[in-house]
């Protein structure tokens, strides 16, 4: 006899990239405004400390799949991001130790419903519909990284819709590195296995709409596409 009154929520994984292997999602995190380019296209100082905020796990939509343009807006933003997995967990962990606790990494996008975001920062409300909506975070498959390997610092990225360039940076601007981010996010939250982090998105944001197709890449990561229906 089941314990539960309904059938539980199946449980969120991404693939690992060459392994017949999953990596289970716990939670999922976001940084606000990492490269200095993205910040000041939104109209903000390039230097205001980390913010963060959360997408619901089972937001995750597998690399090749095809989703629905969302409901209740007419501006779809595409933003992509490097993306740590959590192994190791923790709380008030120094940047000097943040790097132990990445296991791997990805490519993710972080679509956005811009227009209610807009509408939400001009009412001092939260985020949440314009940020953590349905299949609002397409990823790549995680690539575990060799321990003791110092995480990126640099390497292209790039986002392309219908095979024509929109963003393209490096993670050399980022304004906050991969170990900084831990570092500050593990202040605020314990962190724990399965948690994945987006750090941010170069300069270059803009629409979706349905038909596009969206392909987010970054040298020595990987590559994610979704197409928008």
């Given at each position: 006899?089941?314990?539960?009154?309904?059938?539980?929520?199946?449980?969120?994984?991404?693939?690992?990239?060459?392994?017949?292997?999953?990596?289970?999602?716990?939670?999922?995190?976001?940084v606000?405004?990492n490269?200095?380019?993205?910040?000041?296209?939104?109209?903000?100082?390039?230097?205001?400390?980390?913010?963060?905020?959360?997408?619901?796990?089972?937001?995750?939509?597998?690399?090749?799949?095809?989703?629905?343009?969302?409901?209740?807006?007419?501006?779809?933003?595409?933003?992509?991001?490097?993306?740590l997995?959590?192994?190791?967990?923790?709380?008030?962990?120094?940047?000097?130790?943040?790097?132990?606790?990445?296991?791997?990494?990805?490519?993710?996008?972080?679509?956005?419903?811009?227009?209610?975001?807009?509408?939400?920062?001009?009412?001092?409300?939260?985020?949440?519909?314009?940020?953590?909506?349905?299949?609002?975070?397409?990823?790549?498959?995680?690539?575990?990284?060799?321990?003791?390997?110092?995480?990126?610092?640099?390497?292209?990225?790039?986002?392309?819709?219908?095979?024509?360039?929109r963003?393209?940076?490096?993670?050399?601007?980022?304004?906050?590195?991969?170990?900084?981010?831990?570092?500050?996010?593990?202040?605020?939250?314990?962190?724990?296995?399965?948690?994945?982090?987006?750090?941010?998105?170069p300069?270059?944001?803009?629409?979706?709409?349905?038909?596009?197709?969206?392909?987010?890449?970054?040298?020595?990561?990987?590559?994610?596409?979704?197409?928008?229906?």
């Amino acid at each position: 006899m089941s314990q539960f009154i309904i059938p539980p929520p199946p449980r969120i994984a991404i693939p690992v990239a060459g392994r017949d292997a999953l990596f289970p999602v716990r939670r999922i995190y976001c940084v606000g405004r990492n490269y200095a380019a993205h910040a000041r296209e939104m109209g903000n100082d390039s230097r205001e400390p980390p913010f963060f905020f959360q997408k619901p796990t089972d937001a995750v939509v597998a690399s090749g799949s095809t989703i629905a343009y969302p409901p209740e807006t007419r501006n779809l933003h595409h933003e992509v991001e490097l993306v740590l997995g959590i192994g190791l967990g923790g709380a008030d962990i120094s940047p000097q130790e943040a790097r132990r606790h990445v296991i791997g990494l990805a490519v993710g996008i972080d679509l956005t419903r811009r227009d209610l975001q807009n509408a939400a920062k001009e009412a001092g409300r939260p985020w949440e519909c314009s940020k953590s909506f349905d299949a609002s975070a397409p990823i790549s498959a995680l690539v575990e990284w060799p321990a003791g390997e110092p995480l990126p610092q640099s390497g292209r990225i790039t986002l392309s819709v219908n095979g024509q360039r929109r963003q393209e940076g490096n993670l050399v601007e980022m304004t906050w590195s991969c170990t900084e981010i831990v570092a500050q996010l593990s202040r605020f939250f314990r962190l724990a296995p399965g948690d994945l982090i987006f750090t941010g998105t170069p300069a270059g944001v803009g629409p979706v709409v349905a038909g596009d197709w969206v392909q987010g890449e970054i040298e020595g990561v990987g590559v994610v596409t979704v197409l928008v229906n």
